[in-house]
């Protein structure tokens, strides 16, 4: 729960009373006891202020903590507050009191299971605020020539009853857990499975734990951390592969009749992508191409490969807002599913690019890159 719970800075909005949502401005702190042990305790606080147009922002923060951000939404409904984190996997529901000054409610976690925690907040004054820690400075990235190698890699079957799955990167110390190859080829790579041919049974089944330290300060960028994965692909599990394209069930991006609705990047040419969700249906890319978006597409959004067929090479930042039919499938398994509330009344994937990116996602059979396994084995013991 604790490693859930690290710092949050995000914008919340709150819909429902007027009278109610006023009130909610202002600081409002509160401890959660995270575990049975005594004084096992995170100090939470929301600090909240009112809009000109009447709505409410604000920032949330484990005072004991540092380091990752979340987008709340949080709905009100009467005196009934409702705080849905997808970032972090979690949910606060509460109640305001009648004078104003207090919300009794529970925090739970939406992917680790687990009872609700207690946590009640009560409105803080400029004597009684806890202190907010200062933000933690930005990662040091590795430059961007670089090319990054494990300086050792340790490879071991992951635990049957981890629940957690995914990529971290922690200082200089990088994490691979409970992923099986086929994850790691598609992470590294960035294809779809249906790309991908001659996969022995046991690469969708074996699940691996890898730690690492590449022999480059920094961290590393999305290139260089697929990079170290070919890497650790190569050297551990003896992966060798050709290419070759194959006419396959696909999606086509094209551009639709209104045209392109793309703002040109104005950033270093020369910068890392970024294509990034921050809630369920909801992402924004920065200095991406089109042949960016459409492997973000089929890294876990729809369900087939997607060719980019647009034409335009240029790098463009964008966002947009859909309504994902089911949990997202990407890689690392700890997904979060969509809150339906807000989510029902906005376009499917199909319609949203249509509409908000004026581009179409046109189903069609087309020649795709494939990626053919020569030669993959179990790795040795370390």
Known sequence: MKKLLLWVAALVVLQGDTLFAQSLAGAWQGLMLVSQTPGDTLHVMFKLSTTVGGALTGTMYSIDQGGETATPEVTLKGSAVKIVMSGIGATYTGNLSGDGNAITGKWSSTTGGGAPLTLNLTRATAETAWKIPEPPPPPHMMPPDADPAFEVA???????????????????QFKIINLTVNDLIRAAYGIH??????????????????????????????????ALIQKVLADRFGLKF???????????????????????????????????????????????????????????????PVVDQTGLAGR???????????????????????????????????????????????SAKTQVEMFVIDRLEKPSEN
């Open 316 to 362: 463009y930042d964008f966002g947009m807002i859909y309504r994902p039919n089911e949990p997202l499938a990407g890689v690392g398994r700890g997904d979060n599913p969509a809150t339906p509330s807000d989510l029902d009344a906005l376009q499917d994937i199909y319609g949203a690019v249509q509409q908000q990116l004026g581009l179409r996602l046109e």
């Open 242 to 304: 050709h290419r070759e394209k194959r006419e396959l069930s696909a999606y086509t991006i094209v551009i639709g009749k209104t045209g392109a609705k793309l703002t040109a990047a104005e950033g270093d040419p020369k910068a890392d992508p970024q294509i990034f969700f921050y809630g369920p249906g909801k992402f924004v890319a920065k200095d991406a191409t089109l042949a960016d978006f459409a492997g973000f597409l089929q890294g876990g959004v729809v369900d087939r």
């Open 154 to 172: 340790s490879v071991k079957p992951s635990n049957p009853d981890q629940r957690n799955a995914g990529i971290q990167i922690q200082g200089r």
């Open 193 to 226: 499975p249906r790309q991908l041919i001659g996969a022995p049974d046991w690469m969708e089944k074996d699940q691996y734990d890898i730690l690492g330290k590449p022999d480059v300060e920094g961290q590393p960028n999305r290139r260089q951390m697929q």
